[in-house]
């Protein structure tokens, strides 16, 4: 596509696969390292938690003062507590792992605008398919992610693991520069302002449930499938594969979720997807370890990750404020409400088993398709 060719979209997207590939390594390390599920649960809730609920307060940061600092300074930010993470033992190096998520916080809600501005002014305002580019880049990086960590991990151990900050250094720099002119985000116009002002809460209650439970399936398979896979016996290099393919397709059904949200109504697109994730989502459930989950784990990572871009489109366009301060909300409220009933169903996986927290996940995506149709364009 033309605007791959870019430089401020092309270096966007590279930084978001680059902070996603580190966002995607976490479960894979703490499987390694030897964590149950309730502490990988735990623990990936406040790395979340550290990372969402501050995207509001960078995103308002961003408004004011430019995209260059916040979002080049969360790339490098991350690669620099990332290898202290790895560098240091024991809860220190735990410690420094969530201190890399401000990185993550500070890079989101910056980074979603610029896509958003790129699409307005070079795809004819196929904003929605700008935005799910730049996602599709960052869903890439949590399907390489996965695969490289199992692999270093098995091959090289975690002095293996410094290879990702290194690659990530020059991406940091290369963005600063692109951003050099630091523009200060566009602020809604009249019109914009007062359409928002319209929308009433009902709206926003609905996109908040529909965020959920997307946010609440995905973060159910990303982050405990690795543990699931190696409790029926499998290496790292194939329970960090399988943590991969699934956000791997979830980064295909972005891309294609966001073409067809730009050309019919979204809130169709975002029901049928959710319907569609049901039925891979539930196979999983019934059938163990099995070649067919190189198949169904990814369709389920695609239909879940259809819905995502067209999330932050509506929210972009409907909350008061600031563009950055818009995504910055939805993405952290996406963000931390997953890591919220991610914390839930660690603990019920513990109990009753990962399918039986795979059938609640059905129910979730089943509960959230028609509620869909009720999202206002």
Same mark, same amino acid.
């Given at each position: ?22 966002? /995607?390594?976490? +479960? ?12 990988? /649960? ?17 995103? %308002? ?15 490098? %930010? ?10 240091? @033992? ?18 989101? +809600? ?77 602020? @809604? ?48 290099? *194939? ?49 163990? %370890?099995? %070649?067919?989950?190189?198949?169904? *784990? +990814? ?24 563009? /950055? ?53």
């Amino acid at each position: 596509m033309p605007i791959f060719l870019d430089p401020i979209f092309s270096f966007i997207s590279l930084s978001h696969l680059m902070v996603d590939t580190f966002n /995607a390594s976490r +479960p894979v390390l703490l499987t390694y390292f030897g964590l149950s599920e309730s502490q990988i /649960a735990l623990f990936s809730t406040i790395y979340i938690w550290a990372s969402a609920l501050t995207q509001p307060i960078f995103g %308002w940061i961003s408004d004011r003062t430019g995209p260059r600092w916040l979002s080049a300074g969360g790339v490098l %930010w991350m690669t620099v507590f990332y290898s202290l993470a790895l560098t240091l @033992p024991g809860n220190a190096g735990l410690a420094c792992l969530i201190i890399a998520a401000l990185g993550s916080s500070a890079f989101h +809600p910056v980074g979603a605008v610029q896509a958003a501005l790129r699409g307005r002014e070079l795809m004819k305002g196929r904003e929605t398919t700008s935005t799910s580019l730049f996602f599709t880049a960052g869903q890439m990086g949590h399907f390489a992610g996965p695969i490289i960590t199992g692999l270093i991990l098995t091959y090289l151990k975690i002095p293996g693991m410094y290879i990702l900050p290194l690659v990530s250094i020059p991406i940091g720099l290369a963005l600063m520069n692109q951003l050099r002119h630091n523009h200060p985000h566009p602020q @809604p116009v009249k019109t914009v302002i007062s359409r928002r002002s319209r929308a009433g809460l009902v709206f926003i209650f609905i996109l908040m449930i529909v965020a959920t439970m997307q946010s609440w399936a995905q973060a159910n398979m990303v982050n405990l499938i690795p543990k699931y896979i190696k409790d029926l016996g499998q290496s790292a290099t *194939v329970y960090g594969s399988m943590a991969g393919l699934f956000m791997g397709g979830s980064a295909l059904g972005n891309m294609f979720g966001g073409y067809f949200a730009d050309r019919f109504p979204k809130r169709f697109v975002a029901s049928l997807a959710l319907l569609f994730a049901a039925f891979p989502i539930y196979t999983v459930s019934q059938i163990g %370890w099995s %070649w067919w989950l190189y198949l169904l *784990v +990814p369709l389920a990572g695609a239909f879940t990750g259809a819905v995502h871009s067209i999330m932050v489109v509506l929210a972009q366009r409907i909350i008061p404020g600031g563009m /950055a301060l818009a995504s910055g909300l939805i993405l952290g409220f996406i963000f931390s409400s997953g890591a919220l009933g991610l914390l839930y169903t660690g603990h019920l996986a513990e109990l009753h088993g990962f399918p039986y927290v795979l059938t609640l996940t059905t129910g979730m995506v089943l509960f959230a398709s028609p509620l869909a149709l009720l999202l206002k364009e």
